[in-house]
């Protein structure tokens, strides 16, 4: 090993050591207690309340078997309609304000929106662009991160949404890929800004597939209902720290294997939710994938591996240790998109193959085998191209089958740029001693041109932390001074709409 090398590992050795430190002392008492509050909140009901950090762990819910049971988390038609019809009955207990649905597009014709009444049931457009903003976290800044504090605020005011009294229903309208993602971008704000679980919901399906199974034409209407603008709550009066379902640069290079290799015993299940292509930077397929007809095979002759690059990437490939199961294996197209029965997809967790042979696979890119996948007591760490695809995988592990989760929010696009490539510069995006070189823990194929490599806004090749948004926002909550890290650009920084997923 060179002695470059060796002092980069050191560097970056000390900047994991310390975040590790800086973790347990914001941890210890995670779920309750003295130790646990790092701040108070005023409530609208003019309460003071301790600000919890609640681990992974305590955010994950677990999905009753039939989900027509579940009256948070993932719900199905049935209950939406059983609550829209009567909402003032049949709401959940806790739950004592509005039902508010916000669909990320409209529906096909004739199931357009789910029918509100204008009173207490609403059902508004929220596309998933207003739920994602460009970042900066020490390091790099980052698209398609969550929204900071002033935003989610926004948001709030927007469609006048009280966290505190009602139901956010989070419904895709026509179903798709896309759209799947983006109402588990809607979940994943929510929550991490403190939004309690039993709040929070997410419609199974899309109105394609609702309109005919558990709905019929006369519980959708052609319009949405106007966003009123009047809402008065912040953030701020969440007392709930759920920052922990967001994992950093940082966070993952702690986590990090050795070797690039399956290792069952190490408390941490890393899944990698773009395609096989992608994972392999090329160098195999997966079924469907040009042309090809089994569970995975190498790609054609003259497969050009470029065209597994997204972003202006500087390379493709994965972080060792990553595990691969695309996240399209977790819905069912031809009926909305909706999620799997959980047995299903426990299954897929477990590392057993489907019907077509498909399952989790390792950097031998073969299944890893039943039992060998997820192991009990592990915390997921998910992550795509910029996290739009893992929310799919998140939401299947966090909301469905009760596992500690953590979203990789900066994902590949950010990932990918922490190299000593060049850019169409000409340019290194980060010098060669940097401790965030994520190339040098990373299988990758780098881009055959730099022409071909976007430009990167990197704020600090020799940050101490990559942790700048998660003190931005844990101050924000408490309006302490951050001294100027971790703030946004405007929601919507994200990348533009992207069908494939991101």
Request: aromatic share 8%; hydrophobic share 35%.
């Amino acid at each position: 090993m060179s002695k470059l090398l060796k002092a980069t590992q050191r560097q970056r050795s000390r900047a994991i050591n310390g975040v590790l430190l800086l973790t347990a002392i914001g941890l210890s008492g995670c779920g309750g207690g003295e130790d646990s509050t790092v701040g108070y909140v005023s409530t609208p009901a003019g309460a003071t309340e301790p600000i919890v950090i609640y681990t992974p762990a305590q955010i994950a819910q677990s999905s009753a078997d039939n989900y027509d049971a579940n009256v948070n988390g993932l719900v199905s038609g049935a209950t939406l309609k059983r609550w829209k019809d009567d909402w003032i009955n049949q709401r959940p207990p806790g739950i004592t304000g509005k039902l508010v649905i916000l669909q990320i597009s409209e529906g096909p014709a004739g199931a357009e929106y789910v029918a509100p009444n204008g009173t207490n049931v609403f059902t508004y457009l929220s596309p998933s662009s207003e739920w994602i903003q460009t970042r900066t976290n020490g390091v790099i800044s980052t698209r398609s991160m969550v929204p900071d504090g002033a935003a989610m605020d926004a948001l709030l005011a927007k469609y006048d949404i009280d966290p505190h009294a009602d139901l956010i229903v989070a419904a895709m309208g026509t179903g798709s890929p896309g759209n799947a993602m983006g109402q588990g971008r809607i979940w994943y704000a929510l929550r991490y800004w403190g939004v309690e679980a039993n709040h929070l919901a997410l419609l199974n399906g899309g109105n394609q597939w609702l309109n005919g199974s558990s709905m019929s034409s006369v519980d959708f209407q052609a319009t949405a209902s106007s966003a009123p603008g009047t809402g008065a709550v912040s953030v701020k009066s969440l007392p709930a720290d759920n920052t922990a379902l967001q994992a950093t640069v940082e966070d993952m290079l702690a986590v990090l294997p050795s070797a690039d290799t399956n290792v069952r015993d190490d408390g941490v299940f890393i899944w990698d939710a773009r395609g096989m292509n992608q994972y392999s930077a090329g160098e195999m397929l997966e079924l469907g994938q040009s042309g090809c007809a089994a569970a995975y095979c190498a790609p054609p002759a003259g497969f050009d591996y470029m065209s597994t690059f997204q972003n202006g990437g500087s390379r493709q490939g994965h972080p060792r240790g990553a595990l691969q199961l695309q996240f399209t294996n977790m819905l069912v197209a031809a009926q909305g998109y909706r999620y799997k029965s959980k047995a299903e997809l426990a299954a897929y967790v477990n590392g057993e193959t489907d019907a077509n042979g498909v399952g989790i696979t390792d950097s031998t890119y073969q299944p890893v085998g039943v039992g060998n996948a997820y192991q009990p007591g592990d915390t997921v760490y998910t992550y795509c191209e910029t996290t739009f695809r893992a929310m799919i995988t998140g939401i299947v592990n966090v909301v469905i089958l009760g596992n500690p989760t953590r979203f990789y929010d900066g994902a590949m696009v950010e990932w990918h740029s922490l190299s000593h490539l060049q850019d169409a510069t000409g340019s290194y995006i980060l010098p060669i001693d940097s401790p965030w070189r994520t190339d040098v823990v990373s299988f990758f194929r780098p881009a055959n041109d730099p022409a071909l490599v976007a430009t990167r806004s990197v704020v600090d090749p020799y940050a101490s932390h990559a942790n700048a948004i998660i003190l931005a926002d844990k101050a924000y909550k408490t309006s302490a001074s951050t001294g100027g890290g971790g703030g946004g650009s405007g929601v919507g920084g994200g990348l533009p709409p992207n069908p494939c997923g991101g």
